[in-house]
């Protein structure tokens, strides 16, 4: 029962996506012109772009990560999809695991596609690291987009909500973007595992507890 | 809210005679003399020399607790010869308080001790900015509660025949 | 609505998250995850380890630093009670290093067994004790990790 | 009509405010007068006297509203939503004011006011969540889902402070390790002593405070509720004669 609301809540996301192509284009051009604007904002030689490069890309997947989180529910305010989901008979917490597994696989393939093109405008050397990166890119999506789910669940039905969705979400996700930043860093530059393997765990931990926590806290948000 | 605003005048009194209390005693600690003033003034009694320690001044045992350098005010500089016990503060381009005595024949200043800059301005201003506005919240906060009983008293319970709002 | 299962998941998220927070928090104080290299360990780098950018903590060796007369810098030892490296910087240091003391100095390791560093980052301690007693050479119960480094300091 | 609960607190805060303001008068008046200045720091050291005793109650005002937020989504009791909202506003002025008197102490020992240290850079984040939780208490105009979400916003920021605050320790440190902590204690007994009586004074002022804000809340709840009524029956009789 469970595991079929999850598939349908996804392939429902998945479904609508692939109609309108709204929230995979924006978040896409979005992340492009945020690039731009990094390249444009810091005059980059090599050894400066080697330090500051996984700043710019989780800055820019951050910023891409909340406008594909702010539609995932707004998307569902359209002819009162939200009332219906939250007066279905399904569990809520199959409901929040189809959000989030929804948004972490956008959010992933905006990623996947551009981060070729952070490899060519910045001429990075990613070939040896590859398995790394794809890693670290998804337990910290996965984190983003668990407590992200929530709060854009959360954020949805009130005043201000595209204003109030990253001003309560970007202080909680630090700990996700030091890390996931540290750890892209030390990927980047081929350092030794050992060197950044306790930022893999912070993610790790961080994945296990938001999820599980959300997962609970969701049934308070959607009840009607 | 008579009683109220007595009490709270009860606490301003407290906390400016506690005030009182320690600008007196810190006036006695802050006296520190400047090495220009203790040339001018030379003071026969025990006072609290403040001055930077001259770069490349330095000599003596610090492990025995004896040392001799200059410590430099804004044109003059004096010779300090300390002894006393090992200090933990002392090197060169620091400014610091040493507590002696002066010794005109010598030109010298015996010290027996060292201090710290006090730094009273930043101390005094962490309390102020700590304590002020807490003072301030907790004040306005219970003259609202104290307004807030007075207003329910005031209102009328809810009784549908007594309101004054029903059109009759 | 509170079925059997669903007060057993609740449960064991609560276990769950209990224990992942906990591993966080004890692994920390066990002092599992390093957040510093020490000397001895940045003298038994294998190869891969040179030129990256780490960061080391240790006490600076009484009379080892060094400046050079005629611009920025300085060099000096750092030990760990068992092993020295030496350090070279480039920069401005902070107000609170000074020898005897701890500092954490970030840059990398070379093959010429050298550290490079151009960022120092002094820790002041957490003792608090009065002039007097510190004098008479009290020590307190616990002490700071950098200074149990070198156990003689501590009579000083 | 005030519940029962609101008019005992009122009765006991008195003990609460007198209590606390007898500590604190001792506190400070050990703190900045009795005892000696600390051998490195000197007297500037004196600043940790309202600074720390300042970051624990931050962290204490969080704490009572990550208990108050679980016990209102268990027993969805209004009363415990104003203790929470009101925990919550006297956190984030602690936590300004610690990382006020904390710059303040900064400037002369680190000679900065502000680096990306990890206890500041934590404290800051607390600031900022406690700040989004009162922003969006404010965002929402029906009392019941205001309560329901600011409760799940203050338990998903505290179970993240752990884990910023480890995030940003290893990030960066330069703050010195507590003086007071699970290995033992490194403050001598003279400086030790202020500091746990200023640590006991203003938890017990947050205490009075807490009790304070939360009648506030309930009162102007239980007004607004009373005049809505007096206005709805207004409304209703104008409509429907």
Not at chain 3, 116 to 124: E, G, V
Not at chain 4, 167 to 183: A, C, G, K
Request: proline share 5%; glycine share 6%.
């Amino acid at each position: 029962m469970f595991r079929h609301v999850v598939q349908w809540v996804v392939w429902k996301d998945l479904l609508t996506e692939f109609r309108s192509r709204e929230t995979l284009s924006s978040m896409l051009f979005f992340a492009l012109i945020v690039i731009f604007i990094f390249s444009f904002s810091f005059s980059m030689n090599q050894q400066a772009a080697q330090e500051l490069i996984a700043g710019i890309i989780w800055v820019a997947f951050a910023f891409t990560g909340m406008i594909g989180l702010g539609k995932s529910f707004s998307a569902e305010l359209q002819n009162d999809c939200l009332e219906y989901l939250q007066g279905s008979p399904a569990a809520k917490g199959a409901i929040y695991a189809g959000k989030v597994a929804a948004n972490f696989m956008f959010m992933l393939i905006v990623e996947i596609i551009l981060f070729p093109l952070f490899v060519i405008f910045f001429n990075l050397d990613v070939i040896e690291q590859i398995s790394l990166l794809l890693l670290i890119f998804f337990l910290a999506t996965f984190g983003l987009s668990a407590v992200g789910t929530l709060f854009s669940a959360l954020t949805v039905q009130i005043r201000a909500r595209e204003v109030m969705l990253p001003i309560l979400l970007l202080p909680l996700v630090v700990p996700v973007m030091i890390a996931a930043v540290e750890a892209t860093k030390g990927a980047l530059n081929g350092d030794p595992l050992p060197m950044y393997q306790q930022w893999l765990e912070l993610l790790a931990i961080f994945n296990v507890v938001f999820t599980v926590v959300s997962f609970w806290l969701f049934d308070f948000i959607i009840d009607a | 809210m008579t009683s109220f605003y007595l009490r709270w005048t009860g606490v301003l009194l407290v906390g400016m005679l506690f005030g009182g209390l320690l600008y007196a005693h810190y006036t006695q600690h802050l006296a520190s003399l400047t090495p220009e003033q203790l040339l001018h003034q030379m003071p026969s009694g025990e006072v609290r020399l403040r001055g930077l320690v001259k770069s490349g001044s330095l000599q003596g045992e610090l492990e025995q607790g004896k040392a001799v350098f200059e410590l430099v005010g804004e044109r003059v500089s004096v010779t300090v010869q300390y002894a006393g016990p090992p200090p933990e503060n002392l090197r060169e381009l620091k400014t610091l308080i040493v507590v002696g005595r002066w010794d005109p024949m010598s030109n010298t200043f015996y010290a027996r001790d060292l201090a710290l800059l006090p730094h009273y301005g930043f101390v005094t201003s962490a309390y102020v900015a700590g304590l002020v506005p807490l003072v301030i919240v907790v004040f306005s906060m219970a003259r609202r509660v104290n307004a807030l009983y007075e207003e329910i008293k005031r209102s009328t319970v809810y009784q549908p025949e007594a309101t004054p709002y029903v059109d009759t | 609505m509170w079925t059997r299962e669903k007060k057993i998941g609740l449960a064991m998220s609560i276990i769950l998250v209990v224990s992942a927070l906990g591993y966080l928090i004890v692994g920390n104080f066990g002092e599992n995850l390093v957040y510093f290299f020490t000397p001895s360990e940045v003298k038994a780098f294998p190869p891969d380890y040179y030129h990256k950018r780490v960061r080391v903590g240790g006490m600076v060796v009484k009379g080892s630093v060094k400046t050079y007369p005629n611009r920025l810098g300085m060099t000096f030892q750092l030990t760990d009670g068992h092993a020295t490296i030496p350090v070279t910087f480039d920069g401005i240091p902070p107000d609170l290093f000074k020898e005897g003391q701890g500092a954490v100095v970030e840059g990398y390791w070379s093959e010429e067994q050298l550290f490079h560093s151009n960022l120092i980052m002094a820790k002041h301690s957490e003792d608090y004790m009065p002039i007097e007693l510190k004098r008479a050479g009290a020590t307190l119960p616990r002490k700071d990790f950098l200074k149990t480094l070198v156990p003689s300091e501590d009579s000083r | 009509m005030i519940s029962k609960v609101v008019r005992r607190l009122r009765r006991f805060q008195g003990w609460f405010g007198g209590l606390a303001a007898g500590c604190l008068v001792a506190g400070l008046y050990l703190g900045l007068l009795a005892s000696p200045p600390d051998y490195y720091q000197g007297e500037v050291a004196r600043i940790m006297y309202i600074h720390v005793p300042l970051a624990h109650t931050a962290l204490l005002a969080y704490t009572v509203v990550f208990a108050g937020s679980l016990w209102y989504l268990w027993k969805r009791d209004p009363l415990i939503d104003n203790v929470c909202h009101a925990a919550a506003g006297l956190s984030a002025l602690f936590t300004a004011l610690a990382l006020v008197t904390g710059m303040i102490w900064a400037k002369p020992t680190w000679n900065t006011w502000w680096t990306w240290d990890a206890r500041l850079t934590s404290f800051a984040l607390l600031f900022f969540i406690l700040l989004g939780y009162l922003m969006l208490r404010t965002f929402i105009d029906h009392p019941e889902r205001e309560a329901r979400y600011a409760a799940v916003l203050a338990i998903v920021g505290f179970l993240d402070l752990p884990i910023i605050h480890f995030s940003v320790e290893w990030w960066r440190t330069l703050h010195q390790p507590q003086s007071i902590s699970l290995r033992g204690v490194s403050i001598s007994s003279g400086l030790l002593i202020p500091l746990v009586i200023m640590s006991i004074g203003m938890s017990l002022l947050f205490a009075y405070m807490l009790i304070l804000r939360t009648q506030l809340l309930y009162l102007s709840r239980l007004l607004e509720t009373k005049r809505g009524r007096l206005l709805s029956q207004f409304h209703f009789s104008k409509a429907d004669p």
